[in-house]
Nanobody, 117 residues
Framework: QVRLVESGGGLVQAGGSLRLSCAASGITFSIYAMGWYRQAPGKQRELVARITAAGNTNYVDSVKGRFTISRDNAKNTVYLQMNSLKPEDTAVYYC???????????WGQGTQVTVSS
C-alpha cells in the first residue's frame, strides 16, 4: 500500500518559515519524481516545486528564491523549506509522487499552511 504522509504545516506570520516533510512508503522512492502542490480556497491546485529522481528541481515563479525542495532517498522523504512566507502562500499543500513512464501517480492527504499578515 502506497502512503504519502505530509507534516510540518501550521500557522505562521508573514516573513516566517516552515519546513514541510513528506514521508513515503510502499514505493521505490528513489525512482520517483516528487512534487509539492498547493491549493488555495477557490483556486486550482498548482505545482509549487518538483524534484526529479536525478535531483533536478523546478519551481513556480512565485516561490523562486524563497522555497527549496530537497529529498533524502535514505529516509524516503521529500522536504519543502519555505522562507519569507507571504499571506498568498496560504493553502493546503500536497505531496505527489510520480513515475510517468509506468503511469504511477500518488498523492498525500495534504497539510494546511496559513500565513497571517
Amino acid at each position: 500500500q502506497v502512503r504519502l504522509v505530509e507534516s510540518g504545516g501550521g500557522l505562521v506570520q508573514a516573513g516566517g518559515s516552515l519546513r514541510l516533510s513528506c514521508a513515503a512508503s510502499g514505493i521505490t522512492f528513489s525512482i520517483y519524481a516528487m512534487g509539492w502542490y498547493r491549493q488555495a480556497p477557490g483556486k486550482q491546485r498548482e505545482l509549487v516545486a518538483r524534484i526529479t529522481a536525478a535531483g533536478n528541481t523546478n519551481y513556480v515563479d512565485s516561490v523562486k528564491g524563497r522555497f527549496t525542495i530537497s529529498r533524502d532517498n535514505a529516509k524516503n522523504t521529500v522536504y519543502l523549506q519555505m522562507n519569507s512566507l507571504k499571506p498568498e502562500d496560504t493553502a493546503v499543500y500536497y505531496c505527489n509522487a510520480a513515475w510517468p513512464a509506468a503511469g504511477y501517480d500518488y498523492w498525500g492527504q495534504g497539510t494546511q499552511v496559513t500565513v497571517s499578515s
